[in-house]
C-alpha cells in the first residue's frame, strides 16, 4: 500500500481559510501561514502552532503538531485536510524599575530601617498541630500573642567575647566536645 502525500492543504486561521501546499518542514510551515495570512507576518514566529482537529475521548479538540512529527503528521492528511492555526499566548514582562532580573539591594532595605530587624526571625512559636488541624496557642488565652522584636545580630554577637565551644553551648544549652 502507497500512501498518497497530499498536493494541497488547507489553513484556516480565525475563521479564515486558505489553501497551501504542504510544507517540507513545521518552520517552513509556520512561514507560509505568515505569508498566506497578513495579520501573522509581524507574529513571533514561535507562537504560531498548527494543528490538526481529533478526536479524543469521544470529543472534538485540537491537536498541536510537534516539528519533529511534522512530516509524518502532514504527508499522511487527505487532501484538502484543515491544519488549524492558532497563536500561543503573548507573554509581557514588564521592567518597572529599569532594572532587569537585578538581586534585591538589602543594604538600601536596611537604610530605611535603621533597627536592622527586617529580614529578624519571627519570636512566635509554631502553631500545635492535632490530626491536621492547627490549634490555637491557649498559653495566651487563645488570642495571638504580639509579635516581639528581635535583637540586632550586632548586639548579641559573642563571636569575638567567646570560643566558638562556648557559642555553641550557648546555642545548644548542651556540653559540646571541642
Known sequence: ???????????????????VTPAATYEEGVQFAQRVFP???????????ISVNGIVNQKRQLIR???MAWKTVVFSRARFEVLDITLD??????????ERDAPPD???LKEKD??????APSRAPSPRRTQGRLLPDLTSGGL????????SPSATSTSE??????????????????
Do not use: Q
Open 106 to 108: 538589602y543594604a538600601s
Open 39 to 49: 495579520e501573522l507576518a509581524s507574529v513571533d514566529p514561535a507562537r504560531i502552532v
Open 161 to 178: 567575647s567567646c570560643s566558638p565551644v562556648e557559642w555553641a553551648r550557648s546555642l545548644f544549652g548542651k556540653r559540646v566536645h571541642g
Open 114 to 119: 535603621p533597627n536592622g530587624d527586617f529580614l
Open 144 to 151: 495571638p500573642r504580639s509579635r516581639s522584636r528581635s535583637p
Open 1 to 19: 500500500m502507497t500512501v498518497k502525500i497530499p498536493d494541497i492543504l488547507t489553513y484556516r486561521y480565525d475563521g479564515a481559510m486558505v489553501y
Open 89 to 98: 499566548p503573548e507573554i509581557v514582562v514588564s521592567d518597572t524599575d529599569g
Open 65 to 67: 503538531i510537534g516539528a
